[in-house]
């Protein structure tokens, strides 16, 4: 790490490229800054669009863009993922669009092996890969996703449609999992597996879907929990909601109404607070159609929460 970090800046619209990185003189593309860099160092990424697939080559690294993730695309032109970061770096990455990303393994849109990821107020959609992880891909890491929508993503040929967490710590809070699509496999959102931990709070997952297990979210062999969040329009042959194997999963003051079918198996784990279609045995659990509280938004997702204190 450099003694004192410094900024690069970054605007595809400036006429004279490559550019120094400064204010005055910005690079014009995001690679060319992360080549400048050094650990420790911020890149920030003026409004546009990218078309580019970023390595950040060993480098902890933190992307802001000015923008925000509707003014500020990565496109990965299907050429590969669009951000790769596979030597245990430390990443930040706030307020892009990371999207058409196509990876030959794993990861379409973001890959990042044996590092930290922090995934804030982005949007990940488009992307596909032949393998884990069609959205986001994180092995023997630390993933945290916060203010992110994560939107029709594929994995083809295993498993996890928007994010594979595979032997990692993942924490996901306030996002959005949309319409990802595990062909073949398990967890059309989220699959975890192969040790770790997933923790999703205040989380929304719909229409997603697996053609195995766990249309929203699958876990083999990670303990889940899972607070304060919803599932609707998933879909799987088993658990359109959630599925878990060999590893305890733990829901409360959740909803899960209206996917194939809720939950098919907590191994270990339990249910409670919750609405779940068809009803769920486990403390204080209800079987109410939530539409039948119209009076403002989820009004009965904060009941439950209540009887639960």
Aim: net charge negative; proline share 3%.
């Amino acid at each position: 790490m450099s003694s004192l970090a410094q900024t690069f800046f970054v605007d595809g619209n400036n006429p004279i490229c490559p550019g120094t990185g400064t204010p005055a003189d910005p690079f014009c593309t995001i690679q060319a800054a992360i080549d400048a860099a050094t650990t420790g160092d911020t890149i920030e990424v003026a409004p546009g669009t990218y078309l580019e697939n970023v390595n950040l080559s060993g480098k902890s690294l933190t992307l802001v863009s000015e923008g925000g993730a509707d003014e500020t695309i990565i496109d990965g032109g299907a050429a590969g993922s669009v951000v790769t970061a596979a030597l245990s770096e430390v990443v930040g990455i706030d307020g892009f669009t990371i999207r058409n990303g196509s990876a030959a393994s794993r990861g379409g849109g973001i890959y990042c092996f044996s590092g930290t990821l922090t995934l804030t107020n982005s949007t990940v959609t488009g992307n596909s890969s032949s393998s884990y992880g069609g959205g986001v891909y994180i092995r023997y890491g630390v993933l945290t996703i916060d203010r992110c929508t994560l939107t029709g993503n594929t994995s083809i040929n295993t498993g996890g449609g928007a994010v594979r967490a595979g032997g990692s710590t993942a924490t996901i809070s306030n996002s959005t999992f949309s319409g990802n699509m595990a062909w073949v496999g398990n967890g059309g959102g989220i699959n975890a597996g192969s040790g770790g931990t997933v923790t999703v709070t205040n989380t929304t997952f719909s229409g997603n879907s697996s053609a195995n297990s766990g249309g929203g979210l699958f876990c083999l062999a990670t303990p889940g929990t899972v607070l304060n969040s919803t599932f609707s329009g998933n879909t799987s042959t088993i658990g359109g909601a959630i599925t878990s194997v060999a590893s305890p999963t733990n829901v409360a003051n959740s909803i899960l109404w209206g996917n194939s079918s809720e939950i098919s198996g907590l191994a270990g784990g339990s249910a409670s607070y919750s609405d779940i279609q068809g009803g769920y045995a486990g403390a204080s659990n209800i079987n109410l159609d939530p539409k039948l509280i119209l009076r403002e938004p989820n009004a009965l997702l904060r009941h439950a929460v209540a009887r639960a204190f």
